[in-house]
T-cell receptor, first 116, second 115 residues
Framework: AQTVTQSQPEMSVQEAETVTLSCTYD???????LFWYKQPPSRQMILVIR??????QNATENRFSVNFQKAAKSFSLKISDSQLGDTAMYFC?????????????FGSGTKLNVKP | DTGVSQDPRHKITKRGQNVTFRCDPI?????LYWYRQTLGQGPEFLTY????????KSRLLSDRFSAERPKGSFSTLEIQRTEQGDSAMYLC?????????????FGSGTRLTVV
């Protein structure tokens, strides 16, 4: 079974500062994908960043980057130069790559508040 | 393309009533997914379709739940004899089958409150 754990229910950061959200996961699969999704008050889940487990290089998307530690099963998200629009729930998610159907397993989320 | 649309946005119903939600996916996407998100939790998989075929259902989907995707376009999720435990946000998402591992496009959800 796949599980995803986000141990920080809520975090705050000042505008323009850097914050890191933690995520650990458990799986016996060797190949999989990891994602961070953002859910603002509008409720739509928006893809922030994606990592393929067989790639050692950490993914980056503008101000967002990840620290992927496969052996430790850790996948943290770093947000640089935080903006007010980054205020949202952030969900870490795992997707298997072994079968024809790719299902998400989500963590319980971290609520990020960016303060002016 | 306006993305994935869900209707209604909110639904309040009395216990025991039936409710139906609609999802319109991105038009060229052949896969459509339903997830349920309860308060303080991440979304959990309910079921998915490839074209009009329902290919997998979660154990969360009791026999009071039924989903359809006629003609492989929009989908409906019906809950019969609603219970308070059904209160949640129901999220729909879509993707192309051969690109699903790049992630899905989600809608804004239907929030169901059973009173």
């Amino acid at each position: 079974a796949q599980t995803v754990t986000q141990s920080q229910p809520e975090m705050s950061v000042q505008e323009a500062e850097t914050v890191t959200l933690s995520c650990t996961y458990d799986t016996s699969e060797s190949n999989y994908y990891l994602f961070w999704y953002k859910q603002p008050p509008s409720r739509q889940m928006i893809l922030v960043i994606r990592q393929e487990a067989y790639k050692q290089q950490n993914a980056t998307e503008n101000r967002f980057s990840v620290n992927f530690q496969k052996a430790a099963k850790s996948f943290s998200l770093k947000i640089s130069d935080s903006q007010l629009g980054d205020t949202a729930m952030y969900f870490c998610a795992f997707m298997t790559a072994q079968y024809n159907f790719n299902k998400f397993y989500f963590g319980s989320g971290t609520k990020l508040n960016v303060k002016p | 393309d306006t993305g994935v649309s869900q209707d209604p946005r909110h639904k309040i119903t009395k216990r025991g009533q039936n409710v139906t939600f609609r999802c319109d996916p991105i038009s060229e996407h052949n896969r459509l997914y339903w997830y349920r998100q309860t308060l303080g939790q991440g979304p959990e998989f309910l079921t998915y379709f490839q074209n009009e075929a329902q290919l997998e259902k979660s154990r969360l989907l009791s026999d009071r739940f039924s989903a359809e995707r006629p003609k492989g376009s929009f989908s409906t999720l019906e809950i019969q004899r609603t219970e308070q435990g059904d209160s949640a946000m129901y999220l729909c998402a879509s993707s192309l089958a051969d690109r699903s591992f790049y992630g899905y496009t989600f809608g804004s959800g239907t929030r169901l409150t059973v009173v």
